[in-house]
């Protein structure tokens, strides 16, 4: 196939061949490719330049994801499959971005576990179900919640057991049925078993 004609729409540069099939490719593989027009091009060099055309699509998109927050591998993935790139080159790119350290897994973990725990008081079972939903592997997730302060989980249970008794208490003074809501809204936000029994242990229900 001999190209002829060459036309820059945006980012992309339109090529005519001569058998009247037009191929869109980045404007890069073709400026790197030194393509111009009467250049002859074979199936197989041409499957190459589309790819790499491709390759250089999915990281500037991967990039502009990124760029508005932090992204594990397979939720990278996930949002790149929906774009209708080919799956083997999304592996590709991803792997290329893991090796250029733009994507990690254990700092996203790490971050995550950070922002989650500290400001949002998340404990640890449901910081371990969200990070295993985002993909991540149980042996990264289980050294970074190593990392997280028990002493910290623990006052973060108390001051939302108080907060929760207190708007509880113009509903019951049962003493049982409030421990049973406040140990099922500590589960809820994914608190271990004996730390919310370590806290309604040593909390003051006002019944002494």
């Given at each position: 196939m001999t190209i002829t004609a060459l036309q820059k729409k945006g980012s992309n540069v339109l090529i005519i061949f001569d058998s009247g099939?037009?191929?869109?490719?980045?404007?890069?593989?073709?400026?790197?490719?030194?393509?111009?027009?009467?250049?002859?091009?074979?199936?197989?060099?041409l499957g190459r330049l589309i790819n790499e055309s491709c390759f250089l699509k999915i990281k500037d998109s991967a990039f502009r994801l990124l760029g508005r927050r932090h992204h594990s591998v397979f939720e990278l993935k996930k949002k790149l499959l929906t774009k209708k790139f080919p799956a083997e080159i999304i592996h590709s790119a991803?792997?290329?971005?893991?090796?250029?350290?733009?994507?990690?897994?254990?700092?996203?973990?790490?971050?995550?576990?950070?922002?989650?725990?500290?400001?949002?008081?998340?404990?640890?079972?449901?910081?371990?179900?969200?990070?295993f939903k985002k993909g991540i592997s149980r042996e990264i997730i289980e050294s970074v919640l190593l990392n997280v302060d028990g002493d910290l989980s623990l006052r973060q249970a108390a001051e939302l057991a108080a907060k929760k008794y207190k708007s509880l208490q113009h509903k019951t003074s049962d003493r049982k049925k409030l421990k049973g809501k406040i140990y099922s809204f500590l589960s809820s936000r994914g608190f271990e078993s004996e730390v919310i029994m370590k806290v309604l242990n040593d909390f003051d229900f006002g019944d002494d």
């Open positions: 099939d037009p191929v869109t490719l980045d404007y890069r593989t073709v400026l790197d490719n030194g393509l111009r027009k009467n250049d002859s091009l074979n199936d197989e060099t991803l792997n290329d971005l893991t090796e250029k350290k733009f994507l990690d897994d254990a700092q996203f973990a790490a971050e995550y576990v950070e922002e989650r725990s500290h400001r949002k008081k998340i404990g640890i079972n449901k910081l371990r179900a969200e990070l």
